[in-house]
Nanobody, 115 residues
Framework: QVQLVESGGGLVQPGGSLRLSCAAS????????MGWYRQAPGKERELVAY???????NYADSVKGRFTISRDNVKNTVCLQMNSLKPEDTAVYYC?????????WGQGTQVTVSS
């Protein structure tokens, strides 16, 4: 079972950009789905985006056109490029690895969008 470590969070002004990275302790080559979730204070954790082993992607409606997910099966990393950030994007962002229903989570990284 891989361990996941997120990085790249921080404080950014509205309209700004951040790039989150998720480093896996082992190979992600055979993991069917890698994803990013987020959880804002007082809210449930929600899917932001996922990418399959074949490179297919899916995004939450709220981030379509602004966020881009990518995976590198050689470097064992998954990234989330976030552009045109809004205050409502403020949350703890979690990386996930879904292997046939068995989900592994990272510890999360805080993203705060505020002026």
């Amino acid at each position: 079972q891989v361990q996941l470590v997120e990085s790249g969070g921080g404080l950014v002004q509205p309209g700004g950009s951040l790039r989150l990275s998720c480093a896996a302790s082992g190979s992600i080559f055979s993991i069917p789905t890698m994803g990013w979730y987020r959880q804002a204070p007082g809210k449930e954790r929600e899917l932001v985006a996922y990418i399959t082993i074949g490179g297919s992607t899916n995004y939450a409606d709220s981030v379509k056109g602004r966020f881009t997910i990518s995976r590198d099966n050689v470097k064992n990393t998954v990234c989330l490029q976030m552009n045109s950030l809004k205050p409502e994007d403020t949350a703890v962002y979690y990386c996930s690895a879904n292997r046939h229903g068995i989900v592994t989570w990272g510890q999360g990284t805080q993203v705060t969008v505020s002026s």
